[in-house]
């Protein structure tokens, strides 16, 4: 059951979003040989960040463990607020770190976003503001925002992961 709304999101990005929920996640799904509806673990907000990529973006989890290797995983803090993964295709070889967490915090790592196109394109001060305002506008209606972001990187960056927190490019958000 693909929500329509999925089909506004540009195929790659789209990509991205699934590999980012799906290989940066504590939580699992368990689809079972009978009829049933798939099993879903972890805490509240990954079992909603899960669901809604299951449900609604058509994620398939363990293709796409299938498809990437994980070289190292940044484990959520409660003091960085954010998790993050370097992970590496099988396919050809590229590697790429996908970071989620609270809104503001991923949003300042970003220094580009994707257009409804899916052309990345540079973040100015002017759209960070208007992030900044949707961020905030959810918040006061006491909803969790969730960013998510990801980058090609290098081999090296695995190793250094902290060369790779900043010019993220933003994904997009999920309030939960």
Known sequence: ???????????????????????????????????????????????????????????????????FQILHVEAFNS??????????????NTVQAHWKGAAEIILAMCSSYHERSGTSVTMHDEDRIQLEKIIKDMAAKSLQCIAFAHNIVTEDNVENHQRVEEKQTLLGFAWV
């Open 79 to 92: 003091e960085k607020k954010r998790s993050g993964t370097f992970i590496r295709s099988r396919s050809n």
């Open 1 to 67: 059951m693909n929500d329509p709304r999925s089909s506004d999101i540009a195929p790659d990005v789209l990509e991205f979003l699934k590999q980012c929920v799906a290989l940066n996640t504590t939580g699992g799904i368990y689809v079972p040989l009978s009829a049933s509806l798939p099993e879903i673990s972890g805490s509240p907000t990954e079992k909603a960040l899960l669901s809604r990529a299951l449900f609604d973006l058509g994620m398939d989890i363990d293709q796409l463990k299938a498809k």
